[in-house]
């Protein structure tokens, strides 16, 4: 291809993007339904914050119900019920503080899991075990092992998994990774992913007592137990490795999934991290500023920056993604995405295809999901190939927590010859809650 894209090109290129990622093959465990008065009865587990995307979004769609509301919190609780009735349905779920009362009734199709990172690749699975369909927040595991049980449970079971990662269902992002494919800036060898916000301190947190309306027995889990904080819950769990996994898989997995098709690669050759806790000093363990590289066979690599405490960006924007080729640059911030020529020329656009109508950052996704239970599809995000990239954010983390490069054998993305870094691939878990297929 010319090293310049004309705009009749760029156009004609984009208009082929339409067919869409998410036609990835054949149906994954769908309820073997189809007809537009199949309902999907859905249970929402984790509503205090994201979760209540989920219930307002799936409480829109035609074919979707939401029959149970599941949250440790009683006042989170409270938030999920209100969030249901803004999304327009009209009949209350039902409200547990155990999930596992929504897996016992034989009435619900499917569930998605927006509670704490340690337990949604074990949530997942019981789902699956009790043969419901599941959508799980990105990341899909706490630890890589995780993510490899998760794969083989969607298998065995043949259920429909699929990973909140919405952007892969972002029209214009579809559109700018078709652009990639279709060579618009020639062989692209290079990625670069960025993130970068304000955080504040989290503190020094106390032993308090726990919140009359927090089971935080069970918010734990799956994670051995250990004290209650004034600092730890809602949020703050995030930055200590023995519930999270730090920004790299709390934001990172969004932008490196997108690295990761726009370059047509699976799992790495090496990986290598550097950063640290800078900005404040507090309970925090994982890192607020970290670079991470990946090599990649056919001469392909990609970087992760996140400046958790400095809100400096990159292309004019807090978050995104570039892509660099022979022929230029591919731009993917947000929904929409800018292609440059080699001499920095701009030569196309996502505002092109800008039908004004407004955007929903996760309507597209969670319809797809139900689409794929009711009518046998692939979903646009199936988790055997989402956890690759999921699987990239927790070898940045090995090797920032080894401090070594970290290689990998190219064929299933595990560790080679280093028995140290080995020792973070799963974790220990409270007796009786180990997760099994």
Not at 319 to 332: D, K, P
Not at 349 to 375: K, L, M, V, W
């Amino acid at each position: 291809m010319n090293d310049q894209v004309n705009r009749r090109k760029f156009i004609k290129m984009t208009g082929a993007a339409g067919v869409g990622l998410g036609v990835m093959g054949g149906a994954s465990g769908a309820l073997g339904r189809s007809g537009a008065n199949d309902i999907v009865n859905m249970a929402i587990i984790g509503t205090n914050s994201r979760g209540n995307s989920h219930a307002r979004g799936f409480a829109g769609l035609p074919n979707a119900n939401v029959a149970y509301i599941c949250d440790v919190d009683d006042e989170a609780i409270k938030k999920g019920l209100k969030s249901v009735a803004d999304g327009g349905q009209t009949t209350e779920p039902k409200a547990v503080n155990d999930f596992r009362e929504a897996l016992d009734d034989p009435s619900v199709d499917a569930i998605a899991i927006a509670a704490p990172i340690h337990w949604h690749a074990p949530a997942s699975i019981l789902a699956l075990k009790a043969g419901k369909h599941v959508y799980v927040e990105k990341p899909c595991s706490h630890n890589a092992r995780e993510g490899e049980l998760l794969v083989a449970a969607a298998e065995k079971y043949n259920r429909v998994v699929q990973m909140g990662n919405q952007r892969r269902s972002w029209p214009n992002v579809q559109k700018g990774l078709q652009l990639l494919k279709d060579g618009a800036i020639g062989r692209t060898y290079f990625a670069r992913c960025w993130y970068a916000s304000r955080r504040g301190s989290i503190g020094y947190g106390k032993p308090v007592p726990v919140p009359a309306n927090l089971n935080f027995d069970l918010w734990q889990g799956p994670a051995p137990r250990r004290p209650y904080k004034d600092n730890l819950v809602h949020y703050n769990w995030h930055w200590h490795y023995h519930w999270g996994v730090g920004e790299l898989l709390n934001n990172g997995v969004h932008f490196l999934d997108l690295a990761r098709l726009g370059l047509g690669v699976d799992y790495p050759t090496r990986v290598m991290s550097s950063g640290g806790r800078y900005h404040w000093k507090d309970d925090q363990e994982t890192p607020d500023t970290q670079v991470v590289t990946y090599d990649f066979p056919g001469e392909k690599s990609m970087t992760w920056e996140a400046r958790s405490c400095n809100p400096r960006g990159m292309e004019g924007s807090s978050t995104g993604v570039s892509f660099h080729g022979e022929n230029g640059t591919l731009i993917i911030d947000g929904n929409g995405y800018v292609v440059y020529d080699r001499d920095n020329n701009e030569t196309g656009n996502s505002n092109d295809e800008d039908t004004g109508q407004p955007f929903d950052s996760n309507r597209d996704h969670h319809a797809n999901f139900i689409d794929c239970i009711i009518n046998g599809k692939r979903p646009t995000s199936h988790i055997a190939d989402a956890n690759k990239s999921v699987h990239l954010c927790h070898l940045g983390n090995i090797a920032h927590r080894t401090g070594r490069v970290i290689n990998c054998d190219v064929h299933d993305g595990r560790i080679i010859g280093d028995s140290g870094a080995m020792q973070y691939w799963s974790r220990e878990y409270e007796p009786g809650w180990e997760p099994t297929i």
